[in-house]
């Protein structure tokens, strides 16, 4: 399968500051990213769509000019969490999906702590 | 939304098979049902997936009932790595789209 990497790996950030998340599709090329967030036990949840040379598309309740997402190239997007609160502190990650494949592989995640 | 219904939790027996049943009464007839699995603190690893037909892989098997109501994923020989959060999905409206329910908390104990 393909090998997606994040970086970082975790990060910590004061209050009201951003935070960029990279999602790297190593040996895939992703025409469709996708962006999750997981909170303590519970399950993933979709945040966002991101389509090669388009914009994202972002799930209801989920604020798109909070959590911007860069898809700019078939091998990298971007997930950038504005003005970070406590309550933004969870679990990223996120997933490639390539043209004509059935099978969508996910990165190892990002834990943000919002202090 | 997720649409899929999996018991919370299951155990299992190190060496015998886990099988693990999914209720997806509302696929439609194009969509895949797909076998994911989460480590503690890891992305989720893809395991399998299937339309009609049985599967099998390296990794698991996969039955479907004849309706495509209902699906259940078999490791064939469970290991204690095989503890984890198992998630049955079937794609939404959108191509590529997951939308993951609670899954089931598979435990393998020795």
């Known amino acids: 399968g393909a090998v997606v990497s994040q970086h970082p790996s975790w990060v910590i950030c004061k209050s009201g500051t951003s935070v960029k998340i990279e999602c790297r599709s190593l040996?895939?090329?992703?025409?469709?990213m996708f962006w999750y967030r997981q909170f303590p036990k519970q399950s993933l949840m979709l945040m966002a769509t991101?389509?090669?040379?388009?914009?994202?598309?972002?799930e209801q309740g989920v604020e798109k000019d909070k959590f911007l997402i860069n898809h700019a190239s078939l091998t990298l997007s971007t997930l950038t969490v504005t003005s970070a609160h406590p309550e933004d502190s969870s679990f990223y990650i996120c997933s490639v999906h390539g043209r004509g494949s059935y099978e969508q592989y996910f990165g190892p995640g990002t834990r943000l702590t919002v202090t | 939304d997720a649409k899929t219904t999996q018991p919370p939790s299951m155990d299992c027996a190190e060496g015998r098979a886990a099988n693990l049943p999914c209720n997806h009464s509302?696929?439609?007839?194009?969509?895949?049902v797909y076998w994911y699995r989460q480590i503690h603190s890891q992305g989720p690893q893809y395991i399998i997936h299937g339309l009609k037909n049985n599967e099998t892989n390296e990794m698991a098997s996969l039955i479907i009932t004849e309706d495509r109501k209902s699906s259940t994923l078999i490791l064939p020989h469970a290991t204690l790595r095989d503890t984890a959060v198992y998630y049955c999905l079937h794609r939404g409206s959108t191509l590529g789209r997951l939308y993951f329910g609670r899954g089931t908390q598979l435990t393998v104990w020795p």
């Open positions: 991101s389509n090669e040379g388009s914009k994202a598309t972002y």
């Open positions: 509302t696929i439609s007839g194009n969509e895949y």
């Open positions: 040996d895939f090329q992703a025409t469709t």
